[in-house]
């Protein structure tokens, strides 16, 4: 059975840091996702990696601020998100595709994690 657990959430205030992590079991996926979505508003892409490492994308508003990596061994993906502002605040959830492809799309995935809140204060 796979399962996508989520960790390192928190709150930090504007300016600082928090490193998301994601455990999988089951499966080492070819893609693996980030999105967050936040009170009232859909879920938005923010980051993905291929299963080398060698593929990343990343949704304009997080670019040069949050890096997506990927350790095959422990089955597990990171978001590491600095210079953190208030409007990064929302429920950030782990995503993992079968196929080969990035998508953005969230119906393109096809686990999802249960979420990490990520709350930046001003």
């Known amino acids: 059975q796979v399962q996508l657990v989520e960790s390192g959430g928190g709150l930090v205030q504007a300016g600082g840091s928090l490193r998301l992590s994601c455990a999988a079991s089951?499966?080492?996926?070819?893609?693996m996702g980030w999105f967050r979505q936040a009170p009232g508003k859909e879920r938005d892409f923010v980051a993905a990696?291929?299963?080398?490492?060698?593929?990343?994308k990343f949704a304009d508003s997080v670019k040069g601020r949050f890096t997506v990596s990927r350790d095959n061994a422990k089955n597990t993906v990171y978001l590491q998100m600095n210079s953190l502002k208030p409007e990064d605040t929302a429920v950030y959830y782990c995503a993992a595709r079968r196929g080969t492809v990035v998508f953005t799309t969230p119906s393109m995935y096809d686990y999802w994690g249960q979420g990490t809140q990520v709350t930046v204060s001003a």
């Open positions: 990696v291929s299963n080398s490492g060698g593929t990343t």
């Open positions: 089951g499966n080492i996926f070819n893609i």
